[in-house]
């Protein structure tokens, strides 16, 4: 069965890279601060060999201290810094990963693999739009193939299509290219056209059960499932990239202007001294994951993470859950979806917006009015609004019954909501609109005041 793949090459970035000469801050580890520059190059080139070679054995843990140690060597290195983000990327740590990977693009813009990288790092903490930001600002060296299915695991399928449906017209366009715009089209709800472009290289008998994994695949519960599934990685719980390994570009050094003085004193020139900005990312919220599995995924092939075929894809067992679904949540052309259970009374009319915000997901609409009441007792900010819900129609988790807040015209307005429940311990994120239709459940409130 041809692979689909986006790939994400280590290997280049930590062999065979010319360094820059700087000196690190790295504290408590043997760098160029306490040696020679030579010495420093040796300690860098070292360690970096040492995490391609961890990463293509699957130690996530000692490729990430590995690049530490080469990054903290030879900071100003672009090539060890991207190394260090990919280590981050295959030890399940998306927000480092990110920090890393900013920084190789500050000191080499034009890593087109960094890019890609950085934008699925954006992707897997539910960040869709800095991750669009990423391969719009950088379309010139990311190829379309990876580009297109990026773009589509972002929330904009629609675009997607378009690039990878130019990309598949080219003469040498290969089965990677059709199977990233076969997965994308199914993403954008595109089934039919899906299949039948899944069918050029996928041998007929697998056709259908491509068809089924991408319809779970389409219906992540977690912002990372989709990005851990493709690259075949765990989430972890992630502290942030170590504060000593910021990059601290040289700064100028502005000089005061000396004011006029008696002759017989000297003119002194006061130097004013520029704080480095430290930007530590964000650690997330301790709560342990388990992300999506991939049959036959392999972490690092060839001291490379690969996007694989998405076969098999097991999600979280059910419960009050976030999920994180950037792109519609598209069912197979023909799918019968279950009816969502409503109240006796009229419900309001469906507010316009493409953006809805998601408090949870639960067995059974019940246990879902009871959800949302708690969460209005919790979260004054929900009180202004009525709830929407879909029941999930097939699969393992046919019959869960979403919850969410709609009517929001832009993801920004659907992101600032979901910031002020998640402030007052809540937890939400943000998708685009699927089949979900407005509801009314009479809050417990409401209930008292009645009797």
């Given at each position: 069965?041809?692979?689909?793949?986006?790939?994400?090459?280590?290997?280049?970035?930590?062999?065979?890279?010319?360094?820059?000469?700087?000196?690190?801050?790295?504290?408590?580890?043997?760098?160029?601060?306490?040696?020679?520059?030579?010495?420093?190059?040796?300690?860098?080139?070292?360690?970096?060999?040492?995490?391609?070679?961890?990463?293509?054995?699957?130690?996530?843990?000692?490729?990430?201290?590995?690049?530490?140690?080469?990054?903290?060597?030879?900071?100003?290195?672009?090539?060890?810094?991207?190394?260090?983000?990919?280590?981050?990327?295959?030890a399940g740590r998306f927000a480092s990963a990110e920090s890393a990977l900013s920084d190789a693009l500050t000191l080499n813009g034009a890593d087109g693999r960094a890019a890609l990288s950085l934008a699925l790092?954006?992707?897997?903490?539910?960040?869709?739009?800095?991750?669009?930001?990423?391969?719009?600002?950088?379309?010139?060296?990311?190829?379309?193939?990876?580009?297109?299915?990026?773009?589509?695991?972002?929330?904009?399928?629609?675009?997607?299509?378009?690039?990878?449906?130019?990309?598949?017209?080219?003469?040498?366009?290969?089965?990677?290219?059709?199977?990233?715009?076969?997965?994308?089209?199914?993403?954008?709800?595109?089934?039919?056209?899906?299949?039948?472009?899944?069918?050029?290289?996928?041998?007929?008998?697998?056709?259908?059960?491509?068809?089924?994994?991408?319809?779970?695949?389409?219906?992540?519960?977690?912002?990372?499932?989709?990005?851990?599934?493709?690259?075949?990685?765990?989430?972890?719980?992630?502290?942030?990239?170590?504060?000593?390994?910021?990059?601290?570009?040289?700064?100028?050094?502005?000089?005061?202007?000396?004011?006029?003085?008696?002759?017989?004193?000297?003119?002194?020139?006061?130097?004013?001294?520029?704080?480095?900005?430290?930007?530590?990312?964000?650690?997330?919220?301790?709560?342990?994951?388990?992300?999506?599995?991939?049959?036959?995924?392999?972490?690092?092939?060839?001291?490379?993470?690969?996007?694989?075929?998405?076969?098999?894809?097991?999600?979280?067992?059910?419960?009050?859950?976030?999920?994180a679904v950037p792109a519609r949540a598209a069912q197979p052309v023909g799918a019968e979806r279950s009816p969502v259970r409503t109240a006796s009374f009229a419900a309001p009319e469906q507010n316009g917006g493409?953006?809805?915000?998601?408090?949870?997901?639960?067995?059974?609409?019940?246990?879902?009015?009871?959800?949302?009441?708690?969460?209005?007792?919790?979260?004054?900010?929900?009180?202004?609004?009525?709830?929407?819900?879909?029941?999930?129609?097939?699969?393992?988790?046919?019959?869960?019954?979403?919850?969410?807040?709609?009517?929001?015209?832009?993801?920004?307005?659907?992101?600032?909501?979901?910031?002020?429940?998640?402030?007052?311990?809540?937890?939400?994120?943000?998708?685009?609109?699927?089949?979900?239709?407005?509801?009314?459940?009479?809050?417990?409130?409401?209930?008292?005041?009645?009797?």
């Amino acid at each position: 069965m041809k692979r689909m793949s986006i790939k994400i090459a280590v290997s280049a970035f930590a062999l065979g890279v010319s360094t820059i000469g700087c000196t690190p801050e790295g504290a408590g580890i043997e760098s160029a601060s306490s040696t020679s520059e030579a010495r420093a190059m040796k300690i860098a080139a070292k360690a970096a060999g040492k995490a391609a070679k961890a990463l293509a054995k699957g130690q996530t843990e000692k490729a990430v201290e590995q690049a530490e140690i080469a990054v903290a060597a030879q900071p100003n290195d672009a090539g060890y810094r991207a190394l260090l983000g990919n280590a981050y990327l295959a030890a399940g740590r998306f927000a480092s990963a990110e920090s890393a990977l900013s920084d190789a693009l500050t000191l080499n813009g034009a890593d087109g693999r960094a890019a890609l990288s950085l934008a699925l790092a954006q992707t897997a903490q539910g960040d869709w739009a800095g991750a669009r930001d990423s391969l719009e600002a950088h379309q010139a060296i990311i190829a379309p193939t990876d580009r297109g299915l990026a773009y589509a695991l972002a929330g904009d399928p629609v675009l997607a299509v378009d690039i990878l449906t130019n990309a598949a017209r080219a003469p040498d366009a290969d089965a990677k290219t059709r199977q990233n715009l076969a997965l994308s089209l199914a993403l954008a709800g595109r089934w039919q056209e899906a299949k039948v472009v899944a069918s050029q290289d996928v041998a007929p008998q697998e056709v259908d059960k491509r068809i089924m994994a991408w319809a779970a695949f389409s219906q992540p519960k977690d912002a990372a499932d989709q990005v851990a599934s493709l690259l075949g990685v765990t989430p972890a719980y992630d502290p942030g990239q170590p504060t000593r390994l910021a990059l601290v570009q040289s700064a100028p050094v502005a000089l005061a202007a000396a004011e006029p003085v008696a002759a017989s004193e000297p003119v002194v020139a006061e130097v004013v001294a520029v704080d480095p900005v430290v930007e530590v990312a964000a650690a997330p919220e301790p709560e342990p994951q388990t992300a999506a599995a991939v049959e036959a995924a392999q972490p690092v092939v060839e001291q490379a993470l690969a996007m694989v075929e998405t076969a098999a894809v097991v999600f979280l067992p059910r419960a009050e859950i976030v999920q994180a679904v950037p792109a519609r949540a598209a069912q197979p052309v023909g799918a019968e979806r279950s009816p969502v259970r409503t109240a006796s009374f009229a419900a309001p009319e469906q507010n316009g917006g493409r953006y809805v915000v998601q408090i949870g997901a639960y067995d059974s609409a019940a246990v879902a009015e009871d959800g949302w009441n708690r969460a209005v007792r919790r979260h004054k900010v929900l009180a202004g609004y009525s709830p929407s819900s879909m029941t999930i129609g097939e699969g393992e988790d046919a019959g869960l019954v979403r919850v969410s807040v709609a009517g929001f015209a832009s993801e920004r307005d659907a992101l600032k909501v979901c910031g002020r429940l998640k402030a007052g311990g809540g937890k939400c994120f943000v998708r685009m609109v699927a089949a979900d239709a407005p509801v009314r459940w009479a809050s417990v409130q409401r209930r008292v005041a009645s009797r």
